[in-house]
């Protein structure tokens, strides 16, 4: 298993503060330059700072259990006399789900387009939390400190997305998170227009999400995910069963519209596609026809060609219901031959071997699965492809180039297909969370020497930051060779062990069936602590230190596995 290095864990001095300087912009991602998710990025100018998204990300398969991870607030935290407001651009967790775990740390005004509000709101709520949330739309204009923001429309699966034209002392920087450019939308053609307003005033720097820059394919019109969609409910003769992201409204809309054209009634399983719709319908985003949802519960009498259940799991996630379904363990949902299922989403890097398993579990319970995302015309994919990345930077012509939202490859490609475009080597950078980019007198940019700390702060229930290395290490220890603990009974007045020692063993060995190796460590055991005990006598920690290291060592010839080892020495 690979050891646990999240980058720049090994940085020796994070830069606490920057040095009395004239003030000049700073630019600084805390999360999704490196990874696919945690989305945050910094700008300050002399006394003011503002924040665009605040995400989290899944922990990687290393980091056991771990609930998710987000990025490193210890900068804004000592500086947040300083910060004017934090900015979202749209309600994907993967840019709004750091916010109620931060938000206390930093208690700034919220600002987000209506839905996004709407999502911000609630998961506050959970966390009762109650923070100011401005709501802005599209074309609006705010001054936070030093800084003009203008909010610029932008289509992506999550409806009410904005990209920011932050005007700035040293310049206009535009910041573009999740986007996608969908030929089939009017839309595109005024986004064009609105860009090539900003490229003629002069762009100083493109902050650009970075997801999708290694597809080369073209964009699957939405409009025909509806068409696919609407066929699919046309053609099945049994239950339809669609997942998809819950906050993918445009989709939710499209199947609901399916089933009203197919008079088939909508059941919802799984709770935030609950919730979802529910913020939605009352914030108006989401037309759902009069009396066509049901309640799961009382689907009994419905004929199966008219039904059709909307759910959770397209990334195959434990206890969804679309993974409860394939598992025969959901409540309502038996799946059986004749059901159709549509995953209408992509699956999510890392996610592709959950969605794999629940796919065929579902075709061996008799279902037919309609999961091949593009492929199948059931899905596309809400980010710009390298065509529509292309496209923006073009139009936008920066003097510099930041690629942000991606793994490290994608931040490099994407920079390259920027000197494609004709920004120099020394104007598009690649940098990691917690590198800054400067301007300095002059307006040239630069990557600044010193890097603010963006190591990862882990999640863990309801413990923020408090699992560090030292305890995912045991985690990795126990999960790959188990656990060893001996416990010795020890008389008070002699010093003595009084009875045999006593072992318990969870994940290493099959005790009953290795009861040589036990017999053999008790042995061990006893001459361990008689051997310390001379030289040190009543000296626990010490004795204790060294029977782990001599026990684990005595196991691993033994065994060829590295146990967690734990002395626990009891005085009677
Ligand atoms: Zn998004
Ligand atoms: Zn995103």
């Known amino acids: 298993m690979a050891t646990f290095s999240p980058k720049q864990n090994n940085l020796t001095q994070p830069l606490r503060t920057f040095k009395a300087e004239k003030p000049h912009l700073k630019i600084f991602p805390l ?309 159709t299922v549509v995953i209408s989403a992509g699956a999510i890097p890392g996610n592709e071997r959950t969605v794999a398993d629940t796919v065929n579990n579902l075709f061996r319970l008799g279902a037919y699965v309609y999961y091949g995302s593009e492929r199948q015309k059931v899905h596309s994919s809400g980010h710009a492809k390298r065509a529509e990345l292309k496209l923006v930077t073009a139009t936008i012509k920066p003097e510099y180039f930041i690629p942000i939202h991606g793994e490290f490859r994608h931040l490099v490609l994407h920079a390259q297909l920027a000197q494609e475009l004709g920004i120099p080597e020394d104007h598009a950078f690649v940098i990691d969370d917690g590198q800054v980019v400067e301007i300095l007198e002059g307006g040239k940019a630069r990557i600044a020497p010193q890097k603010v700390d963006a190591s990862y702060v882990l999640v863990d229930g309801l413990g923020v930051g408090d699992v560090g290395n030292i305890v995912l290490r045991d985690r990795q220890a126990m999960a790959k060779d188990g656990i060893f603990v001996v416990i010795l009974t020890v008389d008070h007045e002699t010093g003595k062990i009084i009875t045999s020692p006593d072992i318990i063993s969870r994940g290493f060995i099959y005790m009953r069936e290795r009861e040589d190796l036990v017999f053999k460590a008790r042995q061990e055991v006893k001459k361990m602590f008689q051997k310390h005990n001379e030289k040190y006598p009543a000296n626990w920690d010490f004795i204790k230190k060294a029977m782990r290291q001599e026990l684990g060592e005595f196991l691993f010839k033994e065994t060829e596995r590295r146990p967690m080892v734990i002395p626990v020495i009891i005085e009677v």
């Open 31 to 339: 999360g999704g330059n490196g990874e696919i998710g945690k989305n945050m990025v910094v700008y300050e100018y002399g006394d003011d700072i503002i924040i665009v998204d605040c995400g989290m990300m899944f922990p990687t398969v290393e980091m056991l259990g771990i609930d998710f991870v987000i990025p490193n607030f210890t900068y804004l935290e000592e500086h947040k006399e300083k910060i004017r407001g934090i900015i979202f651009t749209h309600g994907h967790e993967d840019h709004t789900g750091g916010i109620p775990f931060i938000w206390p740390k930093i208690q700034c005004p919220i600002y987000a387009t209506k839905l996004t509000a709407g999502f911000i709101e609630y998961k506050m709520n959970e966390f009762e939390l109650k923070p100011p949330i401005k709501v802005v739309q599209a074309g609006d204009k705010i001054q936070l400190g030093v800084f003009k923001i203008e909010f610029i429309p932008f289509s992506h699966t999550f409806l009410d997305d904005v990209g920011l034209a932050i005007d700035t002392p040293d310049g206009l920087v535009i910041h573009i998170a999740d986007f996608a450019i969908d030929p089939s939308k009017l839309e595109s053609q005024q986004l064009l227009g609105k860009l090539n307003t900003f490229a003629q005033r002069g762009v100083k720097v493109l902050l650009l999400e970075s997801t999708n820059v290694e597809i080369k394919s073209d964009r699957l019109a939405e409009s025909v995910v509806y068409d696919t969609i609407a066929s699919i409910f046309q053609k099945a003769k049994g239950r339809l069963i669609v997942s998809s992201f819950a906050s993918s409204l445009d989709r939710i809309q499209g199947v609901l519209n399916a089933a009203q054209k197919t008079h088939r009634k909508v059941a919802i399983s799984g709770r935030s596609m609950d919730k979802t719709i529910n913020i939605a319908m009352n914030l108006g985003y989401l037309k759902v026809p009069h009396g066509i949802l049901v309640d799961l519960r009382r689907t009994d009498n419905i004929p199966e060609n008219k039904l059709a259940i909307l759910c959770t799991g397209s990334q195959g996630e434990e206890y969804s219901a679309l993974v409860r379904m394939a598992a025969g363990e959901h409540k309502q949902i038996r799946i059986k031959k004749g059901d």
